[in-house]
């Protein structure tokens, strides 16, 4: 059975953020959706290729990428084809739990597939302002499966640091 590629739009947030530390933790809890994978990239070409950054640590001012996968979604058959319906939401926290990207939705799409995914790819950007302070931030995604009504909740910690 032939995997269904599924290419999602880029999210870019402009956030004034602050704060530092130096552990990182990430979580989820879903209901009928689960995760697959969260990481931090240098660069995402597509569906599972990507570079890793594996320090999680990017530079105020630059381009700031996450990559995630989802499985669990449920489908409708229509007119020959399979309809997914993803619903993903993101909000940024500061070091000292304040928000700093308020949640906002990013992603509310139908899309169609010949034959059932097995996981959907996500694929999300944003970029701090070059004086955002250095330190330690949260993302967190909300995933909806509007079709199945699956959700999840995911957070995954990362570093700014400024270029000087």
Do not use: W
């Amino acid at each position: 059975m032939k995997k269904v590629l599924i290419i999602l739009v880029l999210l870019v947030l402009t956030a004034n953020l602050a704060g530092c530390s130096n552990m990182t933790k990430s979580s989820s809890v879903g209901k009928g959706l689960s995760l697959n994978k969260f990481v931090f990239c240098n660069e995402i070409n597509g569906d599972r290729d990507y570079v890793e950054n594996t320090n999680k640590t990017f530079v105020s001012g630059k381009e700031c990428l996450a990559y995630f996968e989802v499985t669990g979604f449920k489908y409708q058959k229509d007119n020959g084809t399979l309809l997914y319906h993803p619903i993903v939401e993101a909000e940024i926290k500061d070091p000292d739990g304040k928000i700093a990207v308020t949640r906002t939705k990013i992603i509310d799409k139908e899309m169609r597939g010949k034959s059932p995914a097995p996981y959907i790819y996500f694929p999300i950007s944003f970029t701090l302002p070059q004086n955002a302070k250095e330190g330690k931030y949260t993302l967190t995604i909300y995933v909806t499966d509007a079709i199945g009504k699956g959700t999840l909740k995911a957070n995954e910690e990362f570093f700014i640091k400024n270029s000087g």
